[in-house]
């Protein structure tokens, strides 16, 4: 049995029947449920940090916001109406975590968006050096987008940059993103250099990936929560995050931080 099927196992066997909620204890390495009414819990310890509408990306801002909010009051508004180049509003912890865990967090989305390039709202990069802390030296790994299809449906898309790679294979049917309602994307990431490498991503409790590669060119793991695209119709586009977690169990959707 596998080490992430362990840990599924222990969470299934932990988890009172008919009672949705988990109680993950020691299990949560890292959480922001935005209540603070700022963006501390990002930045807490010199280990993340935000960036957004700055002289090079001025088409993109980054707030905390009460228009919407998955629990509480609070959550994060990130817009972005780049039209002819990548531009990127994102929010980033990086840190030595265990070589296998679970990231999460809740988006919303207030109407579709016809997608002209990827638009990646979840990354796992590589660090590189000590300034990577600050945002700065980080290589490009594993990208999870939004793509539009024919038919309007939005879905997620997964793009591994490392040429051997590349884009990951849709699957057969494509589960489409919700609209006007909040979703969760959960990844298990297990960053070893090897074959045992893994990344499988949830939407909304559905398994949508399970990708087995090596990934542990670091032993930290810089993790960013992103509106990264350019020409989205319409050219504005808002997309709303919060109860974002790193966990050593699955929170899954009728979780609880």
Not at 87 to 108: G, K, Q
Request: with cysteine; aromatic share 10%.
């Amino acid at each position: 049995m596998t080490g992430r099927a362990l840990v599924l196992l222990a969470v299934v066997l932990g988890a009172p029947a008919c009672n949705g909620r988990l109680n993950l204890g020691s299990s949560l390495l890292w959480s922001a449920r935005h209540e603070t009414g700022d963006l501390s819990e990002w930045t807490q310890g010199g280990k993340g940090g935000t960036a957004a509408d700055t002289p090079d990306s001025p088409d993109t801002s980054l707030v905390i916001s009460t228009d919407v909010a998955h629990s509480g009051r609070y959550s994060v508004k990130l817009t972005n109406g780049a039209v002819s180049m990548y531009e990127d509003a994102h929010l980033w912890r990086v840190d030595d975590y265990p070589i296998a865990a679970y990231y999460s967090a809740w988006f919303y989305l207030p109407r579709a968006y016809q997608t002209a390039a990827d638009w990646s709202i979840v990354q796992f990069q590589v660090p590189s050096g000590a300034s990577s802390a600050d945002g700065g030296m980080v290589g490009q790994l594993l990208d999870i987008d939004l793509r539009s299809l024919p038919g309007g449906d939005l879905i997620l898309s997964v793009y591994d940059h490392r040429a051997a790679y590349l884009r990951a294979a849709t699957p057969d049917p494509a589960i489409p993103v919700p609209i006007g309602r909040w979703f969760q994307i959960e990844a298990y990431y297990r960053n070893a250099d090897d074959d045992t490498g893994e990344a499988a991503i949830w939407l909304d409790g559905q398994l949508n990936y399970d990708l087995h590669r090596p990934f542990g060119a670091s032993s930290s793991v810089y993790w960013t929560v992103s509106s990264k695209t350019f020409g989205l119709s319409p050219a504005e586009s808002v997309i709303y995050v919060d109860d974002a977690a790193v966990s050593l169990a699955r929170i899954t959707p009728t979780g609880e931080l």
